[in-house]
């Protein structure tokens, strides 16, 4: 059989054969395709990616309009295909947008903001439903009720894959018991093997997000997930880009689009924490590179051979002696008095002095005359620039340098300045004048026989760079750079050369501290519990914020590696957890410096203890569409180690300190076995009777003992710190009868018992008394805070 493309080369009009064939591909086609980019490449893991994106979507409706989230997931199994049902209370869709968001890819309204959410890129929800009518063939049905709203509106969709645009089914209102709020129900292959993977997901998606309450009931098991905080998440603010992230290609459009005709007004108007002085420092570097900087020379030496004042007399003509005297003279004045001289110093000078001698002498000084006068002075200046760059290559360089070779390439350099026709200005920009330096030292190389290396080079190279100076020209306009690539690749390097302020930080939405502690005690039974938030830092000119929490003992369970939680943007990550940095930065990080069991020390430590990492960003640099990990970013890595380690310093001391206790109490146990019985020797031996051991086993151990004493009328609580630190202490005596008012001592009753509190500070070695008066039989109960149970001994 004879293929097509065995014919391709007969004949004439085969590219018109190929071109035929040839069309667009729309998004939803491609994703059709490769639906696997997406997190949709089997069946268990569509199903958790599909509530994922529903869940997302619905957190961040709900915030945004300021409700609370109250959020029900159900999935169900049917005989050929599973059920999923995703329901809110957000502020609902209205029906024009409906059809948009759940049925074309790439629709959003999230992502040219610059500001923390969820989901940005339009695809999630709307890949949901193209893996549904691609597996069942069913589109999905979708309930949405805004706020005030009679009825809600009712449709079902599919998406057009070779137009990226839905098609609707059916469209109608329908009753529904929400005040508003949305819900969608999907029909796709799937199966239950991630089972695990879609409980992390709902118990993390909890954890990080304490105001909300999320249900979920599938198949074999319900949870239900309350919040912990009423509080929502801070609104945040969109910011506009900061000039060190953005690309070439971004900033060509900003200048097509902008409405600024000036560099600077464009700098002010589309970046944040770009003002009139920032813009400047900008232009100025924009300057360096666009037109160059001019080299600045001494003005010649006294009775040198150029004299400025002789060559701009020559230079004027026709002004009379007097005038062009007067004229000659303050020039040469103002610039011999000045350290270094640049051009443009040279222009300003001539001008300002002609000024003064047109209305001095009443004879005109026009530009041909200043341009005569510029160009003389000038001359004179540089007539011997060798001199000036022998000085600064001589300080760059070894002081093992030859003179001859020094001076050498002093000449080498000077020359090159001297030959340029189309400036004669002496400007030049750093790549220029490095290039100068680099051919002039290879030429030295070889016929002086004289090596200047790579770092000689450069610093001849900064020295004279140091000395030039910024041109005083104005910029291009705005509409100049936009059709000019190699201005606004100037632009750009200038952008990221000037230091600039950090982009503001209200586009963030941290969890903070407090709410990251409460969803960890929320979740999981633990002895301890720990939260860091860092400051904000900037990766490619977005920035962003890390979040770190540990919780340990408790209920976790022993033995089993670290539970780790990654989120970027309040979102779990439950896939590649490999491939993610957040991993990789706990596995490199040494655990055992934290008293946490790492074998071969390196990997995710062992022991009952959660590990929980938060990036909120204007732009997460995930590794895929899909949105399972965080790329290796330096600057992302280098913050969630700091967050990390912030929190396990703080596990390292409660360790320290728990294992401290252990072996006090060891110890203490110990020593309550073997003091009854060496008393009771003792009593027997002396014959005083029993023998109180508290006291003896207070001041062993360097506790802190509280004794009761009682009188007739009286109540004494004395109070001993053998302790080599202050112990503040609050002391409450639950007493049975009324004690009345006691000094000292705060007294509250409730339910017929009496509590009278105490807050001492009793110093090391000290004692304190503390009393009240009580007629009659009472019950006591005491009751001590502020210390160890291992470090108090109570005979009360």
């Known amino acids: 059989m004879t293929s097509f493309q065995s014919t391709l080369g007969e004949g004439e009009g085969i590219a018109e054969e190929l071109a035929a064939d040839q069309r667009s591909i729309s998004i939803a086609e491609f994703f059709e395709k490769n639906r696997q980019m997406l997190g949709f490449d089997s069946g268990a893991r569509a199903l958790v990616t599909a509530v994922k994106e529903a869940v997302d979507n619905a957190l961040d409706a709900a915030e945004e309009a300021g409700i609370l989230p109250d959020i029900y997931v159900e999935i169900e199994e049917g005989d050929d295909y599973y059920r999923l049902v995703v329901e809110d209370n957000g502020p609902g869709i209205t029906r024009e947008q409906i059809p948009k968001i759940f049925g074309k890819l790439l629709y ?23 893996y549904s009518q691609l597996t069942s063939g069913k589109p999905p049905k979708i309930t949405s009720r805004t706020h005030g709203s009679d009825e809600a509106q009712y449709f079902e969709l599919i998406i057009d894959t070779d137009t990226n645009e839905p098609e609707i089914d059916a469209e109608s209102t329908t009753s529904w018991d929400r005040p508003h709020g949305t819900r969608i129900e999907l029909e796709m292959e799937g199966n239950m093997r991630a089972r695990q993977q879609l409980h992390d997901y709902i118990k993390h998606t909890a954890v990080v997000n304490p105001h909300a309450r999320i249900e979920l009931r599938e198949p074999d098991a319900h949870f239900k997930y309350e919040r912990a905080t009423d509080q929502l998440p801070a609104e945040t603010e969109e910011i506009r880009p900061h000039p060190h992230g953005v690309e ?19 700098l002010q108007n589309e970046f944040t924490r770009v003002g009139g002085k920032t813009a400047g420092s900008v232009i ?9 900087r001019e080299m600045t020379w001494r003005p010649p030496e006294p009775h040198s051979e150029a004299d400025i004042e002789s060559a701009v007399t020559e230079a004027v003509s026709n002004k009379g002696a007097e005038a062009t005297a007067d004229f000659a003279g303050q020039v040469a004045d103002e610039l011999g008095s000045r350290d270094r001289i640049a051009h443009h110093h040279v222009v300003a000078v001539v001008d300002e002095i002609a000024e003064d001698i047109e209305e001095t002498h009443d004879k005109s000084f026009g530009d041909t005359v200043r341009e005569n006068a510029v160009a003389a002075a000038w001359e004179a200046i540089t007539a011997e620039r060798t001199a000036d760059i022998y000085t600064l290559v001589d300080e760059a360089t070894t002081k093992r340098k030859e003179d001859a070779h020094v001076q050498g390439l002093a000449e080498r350099i000077a020359a090159k300045f001297e030959n340029r026709d189309d400036d004669p200005r002496d400007r030049v920009p750093y790549g220029t004048l490095a290039g100068y330096v680099e051919k002039s030292a290879e030429d030295t190389e070889d016929y002086d026989d004289a090596t200047f290396g790579e770092t000689a080079r450069e610093n001849v190279t900064d020295a004279i760079w140091d000395l030039m100076e910024t041109v005083p020209d104005d910029p291009p306009k705005v509409s100049d750079i936009e059709t000019d690539r190699d201005a606004a690749s100037e632009l750009l390097e200038a952008m990221r050369a000037t230091d600039i302020i950090a982009p503001p930080t209200d586009c963030l939405s941290p969890i903070t501290d407090e709410l990251v502690l409460a969803g960890l005690e ?29 919780a340990y003992g408790g209920d976790l369970p022993e033995g089993d590696k670290a539970q780790v939680m990654r989120f970027a943007n309040r979102v779990p990550l439950v896939y590649q957890r490999g491939a993610c940095a957040i991993t990789d930065v706990i596995k490199r990080i040494n655990w055992r410096n934290y008293k946490l069991d790492q074998p071969g020390g390196t990997g995710i430590p062992n022991g009952p203890v959660v590990i929980m990492v938060h990036v909120a960003s204007t732009n997460v640099p995930f590794t895929s569409e899909s949105k399972d990990a965080v790329a290796n970013i330096p600057e992302i890595e280098d913050e969630i180690e700091r967050a990390i380690r912030e929190s396990a310093r703080d596990l390292k001391s409660f360790l320290k300190k728990r294992r401290s206790m252990e072996k006090r109490r060891h110890k203490q146990d110990k020593l309550a076995t073997i003091l009854p019985a060496m008393a009771e020797k003792l009593a027997d031996v002396t014959g005083e009777g029993e023998l109180h051991i508290d006291d003896s086993l207070a001041r062993i151990m360097n506790n802190v003992l ?8 009286a109540v004494r609580l004395v109070v001993e710190n053998n302790a080599s630190t202050n112990a503040d202490l609050e002391i409450t005596d639950i007493v049975s009868a009324d004690p009345g008012d006691v000094d000292g ?15 001492p500070t009793v110093s090391a070695g000290d004692r304190a008394a503390l009393e009240y008066e009580l007629n009659g039989d009472a019950e006591f109960e005491v009751s001590v805070e502020g210390i160890e149970d291992e470090k108090l001994t109570i005979d009360a």
Do not use: C
């Open 284 to 292: 100025d570097n924009f300057r360096d590179r666009h037109f160059g």
């Open 706 to 713: 509280v004794e009761r004493e009682r009188g007739d009328d």
């Open 522 to 550: 929320k979740e999981f039974d633990a002895d301890f519990y720990s939260s860091t938030t860092r400051d904000a830092s900037v990766h490619g000119g977005d920035p962003f914020i890390v979040e770190a929490g540990i």
């Open 745 to 759: 001592a705060n007294v509250v009753e409730m339910d017929g018992e009496y509590f009278v509190k105490w807050q």
């Open 248 to 266: 070439l290609g971004t900033l060509q459009k900003m200048l097509e689009a902008t409405d600024s005709y000036s560099v600077s007004g464009f």
């Open 108 to 130: 959003g309204s999230r992502f040219h903001k610059r500001e923390q959410n969820r989901g940005q890129q339009g695809i999630g929800i709307s890949a949901a439903v193209l």
